[in-house]
């Protein structure tokens, strides 16, 4: 593993300063930077978004609001950029799409946000493909599905995945971007 002389910025008595130190990159690591775009070790995050997400703003906007997922996604960039995190956002109507999303982040992003709509109560092949790329998710939803219907109840990836946010509409992204940092992090740290 090679080991290379970096700068880091860190957060030091309230105020951002630069240092420089030695350190080992992973693989991992590099991977991510590239395929993110990324530089100085960002924090990759990939999310995705399942079946008829696509039509947010317009879809049935006393449940889901009137947040289009352009603006949801716009608004992800713009709060990774300000914690330093690199976002790549991604929907899929096709459970196949979105299992394919998945593979193809292994060993490229430190987090993954899904929220996989309709897929959430149904989809062991989406259970099964982030079960196989062993990265960290947080399941994420516009309306507190215990609220509604009990077909919406059951989740098939609720037991895997590291936490769940729902309820808060579009900022329900937002608040899971924010904890996606938090369990970076705290990898990395573990991680050494
Ligand atoms: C949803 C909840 C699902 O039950 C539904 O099928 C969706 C959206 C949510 O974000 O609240 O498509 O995942």
Redesign the pocket.
């Known amino acids: 593993m090679p080991t290379l002389a970096v700068a880091l910025r860190v957060r030091f008595n309230e105020k951002w300063e630069w240092c420089g130190m030695a350190t080992r990159i992973t693989a991992r690591q590099k991977a991510g930077e590239a395929a993110l775009g990324g530089s100085g070790g960002s924090i990759a995050v990939l999310v995705i978004h399942?079946?008829?997400?696509n039509l947010l703003g317009e879809r049935e906007p006393e449940v889901?609001g009137r947040t289009r997922l352009a603006d949801i996604d716009n608004e992800l960039k713009r709060l990774g950029r300000e914690l330093e995190m690199k976002v790549e956002t991604f929907q899929s109507n096709s459970e196949g799409g979105i299992v394919d999303r998945i593979q193809k982040a292994r060993g490229k992003c430190d987090v993954l946000l899904i929220?996989?709509?309709?897929y959430?109560?149904t989809s062991v092949a989406i259970r099964d493909a982030i079960v196989a790329v062993s990265i960290p998710v947080i399941e994420v939803?516009?309306?507190n599905?215990y609220r509604?219907e009990p077909f919406?109840h059951h989740s098939t990836i609720a037991d895997i995945a590291h936490g769940r946010i729902?309820g808060f509409g579009a900022e329900s992204y937002s608040l899971a971007l924010r904890a996606a940092r938090t369990i970076a992090e705290e990898s990395r740290r573990r991680s050494g």
């Open positions: 399942g079946p008829n997400l889901y929220n996989p709509g309709a959430t109560h939803h516009l309306s599905v509604r919406r729902m």
